[in-house]
Each structure stands twice: as C-alpha cells, then as structure tokens.
C-alpha cells in the first residue's frame, strides 16, 4: 500500500508582489520669494541649475498688502521631477536632513514633506549674484495601477489595500533610505508663544 505524502503548503506573501512595490510617482522643488522681479528670476535659475528644467511661476491669490503682494502676480517658481533623477535629487536633499524628518512631515495619504535652508547645501556652487535660496521639497508615493483612478475612459477605482497610507511611507522611508523618524513637534498656544500666561485645563 503506498503512502501518499503531503506536500507543505506555502503562505503567499502579498507585500512581495511588484504591485505593491512603492515609488516616487514625483518629487516637487518650490521656492516662494513673495514678489516678482529679479530675485524669482534668480530663484528659477537655482532650480533650473538643480534639475536641469524650466520652472513654472506661481501667482497670489488674493492681494496682501502687509506684504506688498498683488493678486496674480507671480510669487514663486516650482518644477517637477520624475523618474531616476527624482530619487537623486530626493537623496541628496535628505542628507542634507541626515535622514532625519518628523512623523508630522507624512500625511494620511503617504506623501510627505520638508524644507531645506540653503540650496548650496544640495550641491550647487554658489554664485553671488544669485545668493542663497531656500526650498520645498515634496515627495508624492504611489503604487502600480494608481493610472486606473485618472483615465477618462473605463475608470476604475483603487483599492483599499492598493492605497498608500502613512505607515507604508514611513516604512518605505526608513526601508529605502535607512531614515529616521523623529517624533512630532508638541504644540505651543499662541499666547504662549507671545509670552502671555499659559493657560491651563479647568482652571479660569
């Protein structure tokens, strides 16, 4: 009589599969100057030096005059980056970080964001006659198939378990770049902040 033998029974592992897989679906650079006129043209000129693109202008959307803003006038440049040279411009700007970012830079959806003081720090060489510029750095994450939500013909809807959440951008994070993540900032009252008295629960 011969024996039957079972054969072992091997668990799938889901997150293995390369629909699952996160990328940088784009990186956006933004530096806001507050006006028109010759320091936004110098700052698209650090972007175009950093990511070899034309930048777009942003415009006001209401007037400020505290400020000197005027509704539609261009105050800021950005561009958007994507593919390989993403991931390299997204590197060199966390080592400037030293891989360190807060929870509170993640948001709900998985994307997530931070700010650089000066952009020498990313590797450009300075140039006094354009200065030093600060930047905004964002990170949009995503997996395969996200196209289907966005196509006009035969549009589909993502799945719950196919969407990013926080948790899965702070393990790509800490996956991809061997990242900290810093625990959130506690918050301070404005009158705190002003230095009034701080006030305090249950009490008048």
């Known amino acids: 009589m011969s024996e039957t033998v079972a054969t072992p029974v091997v668990k799938s592992n889901k997150d293995a ?31 175009n030096a ?7 202008f942003g415009k006001a959307r209401y007037t400020v005059r505290t400020f000197g803003i005027r509704r539609n006038e261009n105050i800021s440049v950005s561009t ?3 593919g390989e040279k993403a991931q390299n411009i997204l590197e060199r700007a966390l080592r ?24 020498i720090d990313l590797g450009i060489k300075y ?4 200065g030093i510029y600060g930047m905004d750095v964002y990170v949009v994450l995503g997996r395969p198939g996200r ?22 951008a ?23 902040r002003r230095g009034g008295a701080k006030k305090t629960k249950g009490k008048k």
Do not use: C
């Open 17 to 47: 599969n390369v629909m699952r897989k996160l990328h940088i679906e784009k990186l956006v650079l933004n530096i806001s100057v507050g006006e028109s006129g010759d320091r936004l043209i110098r700052a698209s000129k650090v972007l």
């Open 50 to 56: 950093l990511t070899d693109q034309e930048g777009v």
């Open 80 to 82: 958007t980056v994507r």
């Open 96 to 119: 400037v970080k030293e891989f360190e970012l807060r929870e509170s830079n993640f948001n709900s959806t998985g994307n997530f964001g931070f700010g650089i003081d000066e952009h």
């Open 127 to 130: 140039d006094p006659s354009i």
């Open 147 to 168: 196209r289907i939500a966005y196509k006009k013909r035969k549009q589909g809807k993502i799945g719950t378990r196919q969407q990013v959440t926080k948790a899965d």
């Open 170 to 192: 702070l393990k790509w994070f800490q996956d991809t770049f061997d990242g900290t993540v810093l625990p959130p900032r506690k918050k301070v009252l404005r009158s705190v």
